[in-house]
């Protein structure tokens, strides 16, 4: 696709931390670089003790955490929006922290892991690696959810095992250094990508906050004040020019970021005309190693079936809330719905879609360029729905529906709009399984990316053996990273023990949504995919669906209880998510 990835977005101005200059820079590279060696050779035991501390300190500022990132989101305290800044913040954080470090444990009482189940063989030949549930504590809170990690063909079962915890076996890995350039959007990301780097790769680290977000900054040191004081980590800040000054500082030995394709292009390639001629030639102007994780036109693939209005009332909001969640900043957001033409339902789920989205309040654009980039999408489609009364600088929810397949340079499939819209597309095929084979491979050649998909599909069609059968192909051809059936692909990144990233194999000359995994907490090497699964309907109400009475509430619950789990605080979590 000629012109597919991530529109351009525009830098944030830096104008709430003061821009880390070269010689401040120089400094703090200089001062991790010194503590590599020695971090390499730490002892598992100690390392240990450092998540216990970091997990006590992050605990320590999660309300303030969440009170910056509501205020500079335009999020009312006290309201139940205010769950998704402790969901994708300080819960998802504590509970990285909990999972490395139990991880960890594990190998220092028996050299790895432990995994939650048994290896299995799929189908197509895969070992599957169980990931989720980790323990009894997620089988009471997220009842019917599991999550497996597919891993890549042609590894068995002695290679997965001899390959857990790299890091942690044999003689140590070079000491080395890591730029972690945070994203802009969840405020978990920075954080938990450098505890990947840190305690996955056991690289020391330099984290710079991006400017949408480098309020959070000061709020991060005291969190890891731990790694910190042990000069395993240092933040700096600014913009461009900083992040250059990093990328190629010649102390730094490897670059992982959260951003677009055109971000990592422009570090590995250069920019303007030589920039491009490097690309075309692939001749990268860097010898670091590179990870990122990108950007993604994520699809969902609805799959016709015997729906009733409960079901079509349930999957309206299931569907919203993978558009609406942090206003729709996310490179997992939902922005190209893939149904049947043939569906007797499908108009009935956009009909009950919108009227959801009726009920959710826009959002305030908190992330540059958003307007302009709906505008750019609303251009070349004149049906596009624009839905609530949105006031100065917030943006409607926006629907594109009947989008022809066949046109497959379609703005809505090739580029990624990072703001507050979504496409919906019909396919001719009208048996479930023959749609589904057409949407895998409509996915995977027309719509850009490999990050995340999901397929929503009813119990009842399931139960057909040939439609069974074409789920089984489905998941073993899709080629995305996360997988998530009947729910958001949202929940293979919060759970954490899964890996997180891109499909394996795309080329440097066209990334896609990146290269690499983070979270990851089991430790595992040669991913291809996670598979994740939960039921057609949850009881109670998911905290995450938009008309939860009590998501703050419980939200703000699970974050202390990740931070040291009980069942006491269990019970709390539980009282409040009933009252949703």
């Known amino acids: 696709m000629a012109n597919s990835g991530s529109i351009e977005i525009p830098e944030a101005a830096t104008n709430r931390q003061p821009e880390s200059t070269a010689e401040v820079i120089d400094k703090h590279v200089i001062t991790v670089a010194r503590a590599a060696a020695g971090w390499v050779t730490t002892s598992t035991d100690e390392r240990v003790a450092l998540l216990a501390e970091c997990r006590a300190a992050v605990a320590s500022v999660a309300r303030e955490w969440v009170e910056a990132a509501c205020t500079a989101k335009g999020i009312t305290l006290g309201t139940p929006t205010e769950g998704e800044e402790w969901q994708s913040g300080p819960w998802v954080t504590l509970r990285n922290l ?6 960890l444990r594990d190998i220092a009482a028996g050299g790895l892991p432990k995994l939650p189940g048994n290896l299995r063989r799929t189908t197509s030949g895969q070992v599957s690696v169980p990931v989720f549930p980790t323990d009894n504590w997620d089988r009471a809170l997220f009842t019917g959810f599991s999550a497996e990690v597919w891993m890549e063909p042609g590894l068995t079962v002695t290679d997965v095992i001899e390959r857990q915890a790299w890091a942690y076996r044999g003689e140590a890995p070079e000491p080395a250094v890591s730029v972690v ?31 949408v977000n480098e309020y959070l900054g000061p709020i991060f040191e005291r969190g890891f004040a731990p790694l910190i004081r042990a000069d395993l980590l240092r933040i ?27 971000t990592h292009d422009a570090i590995v390639f250069g920019t303007g005309e030589r920039g491009v001629s490097a690309k075309k030639a692939d001749t990268p102007a860097t010898d670091k190693s590179i990870s990122a994780e990108l950007g993604n036109v994520t699809p969902v693939i609805v799959v016709p079936g015997p729906w009733s209005d409960k079901d079509l009332a349930y999957q309206a909001k299931n569907l919203a809330v993978m558009l609406t969640h942090n206003a729709g ?19 009935r789920l956009l009909d009950e879609l919108a009227a959801v989205l009726e009920t959710i309040p826009p959002r305030q654009a908190y992330y540059p360029g958003a307007a302009e980039r709906l505008s750019t999408f609303v251009r070349e489609h004149e049906t596009a729905r624009m839905i609530g009364d949105a006031p100065s600088g917030s943006l409607p929810w926006t629907l594109i529906s009947g989008l022809d397949s066949s046109v497959g340079d379609d703005i809505c499939f090739t580029t990624e709009s990072f703001t507050s819209l979504m496409a919906e597309v019909g396919l001719p095929e009208s048996d479930p399984a023959e749609f589904l084979d057409a949407a895998v491979e409509f996915c995977n050649t027309t719509v850009w990316g490999s990050l995340g998909v999901s397929l929503i599909v009813h119990p009842k069609s399931l139960a057909d053996p040939g439609v069974s059968a074409a789920m089984e192909r489905a998941l073993e051809k899709l080629a995305y990273g996360t997988i998530a059936i009947n729910h958001w692909t949202g929940f293979g990144f919060v759970i954490g023990s899964s890996p997180w990233g891109a499909h394996p194999g795309h080329d440097r000359t066209d990334i896609q949504s990146g290269t690499g995994v983070v979270h990851n907490t089991y430790l595992l090497s040669g991913v291809q995919k996670t598979i994740v699964r939960g039921p057609w309907r949850v009881t109670p109400k998911p905290t995450w669906f938009p008309d939860h009475r009590t998501a703050n509430e419980v939200l703000e619950r699970l974050t202390y209880f990740e931070a040291s789990p009980s069942l006491t605080k269990l019970t709390k979590v539980i009282t409040a998510s009933l009252r949703g």
């Not at 800040?237 to 677009?260: K, Q, R």
């Not at 900043?329 to 108009?347: D, M, Y």
Request: hydrophobic share 35%; charged share 15%.
């Open 98 to 103: 909990r999972l490395l470090e139990r991880s």
């Open 181 to 211: 350039l945070g994203a802009g959007n969840i405020s978990s990301i920075a954080p938990t990508d450098m505890l990947y780097e840190l305690f996955a790769n056991l690289r020391t680290v330099v984290l710079k906050m991006n400017p």
């Open 329 to 347: 900043f996310n490179c997992i957001a939902t922005r190209v719905l893939v149904q049947s033409e043939g569906w007797q339902q499908r108009g």
């Open 236 to 262: 700096v800040y600014g913009g461009v020019p900083a992040g250059n000054y990093l990328t190629e500082h010649p102390d730094v030995s490897h670059i992982h970021m959260t951003g677009s394709d055109k």
